[in-house]
């Protein structure tokens, strides 16, 4: 039987040689993840552009769609943002790991590893550990949420799958390819600190945390700072500042009055889509809802 975790086994190519690889590709699930919705947003995406900026990263999936050469992504999420990271750097090991956890799966190793982050030595593990043990909870735990409570500690019970795959080494290994081969920044911390280099010519994807449709629509998120309605206000003087500076700018969101209300501006335009939502809290809310794409007046397919 091949070894997939052996190191030797695994060679980042040059950045001369660096192919679109369809193997580079969301290796966690994502509550408000956008592989549906990706062939609705390519058509919105601009004719051209500079640098790529994603500063809510999530599982990423509309970054590997598009692979671009030179990109910065973010998150607030610290044990998200480590994934990369250890992905980009550590893969092999990371993949041991998960192999490990694999192996031991069960109700009870869920919970002992769900706790870890209870305990004062937690700050204390490896950053590979801490992105091993993140992606099993991931893979385990009930519907694939990420989900903290207001401590920052992973609290979503476990799933009960049988026989779950926790981390493919081919989508691994060709994530830290890309990761490595392209000029990819990562960062954490505030979206506003993370577009603050990009220029005139700069494509920014904004997908923030959903500003909920009615009061009790919204569910504890995935990080321990909330995005409320000042914070999108904020994103949306963000967006303002950067259309000033020739930067074209494209929004995900949901279709709360609120979000309307922002952007219904001479210098935007808003299009409802029809996104499909297999992972939710609430069972009854999965499926087709709908959604918002707001775009600034840039040059693309369907302007």
Known sequence: MQDHTAPQQYQVPSRRAYKHNVLAQPFLKWAGGKRQLLPVIKEYLPQKFTQYYEPFIGAGAVLFSLQPKKSVINDTNGELINCYQVIKDHPEKLLELCQQHRENNSKEYFYLLREQDRKNDFKDRSPQERAARIIYLN????????????SGQ??????????PVIADPAVIRSVSAYLNQRNVRILQGDFAKAVATARKGAFIYFDPPYHPISDTSSF??????????QEQIRLKEVCDKLTERGCQVLISNS????????????????????????INAVASRRGRINELLIHNRYDSKQI
């Not at 992973?154 to 026989?163: C, H, L, T």
């Not at 279709?255 to 001479?266: M, R, V, W």
């Open 220 to 229: 504890t998120g995935y990080s321990v700072n909330g995005f409320g309605e």
């Open 139 to 150: 893979k385990t735990c009930f519907n694939g949420l990420f989900r903290v409570n207001s």
């Open 255 to 278: 279709s709360a009055s609120l979000i309307q209300k922002l952007y219904s501006d001479p210098n935007y335009k808003i299009v409802e889509v029809k996104a499909k939502r297999a």
């Open 154 to 163: 992973f609290n979503v019970p476990y799933g009960n799958y049988s026989n």
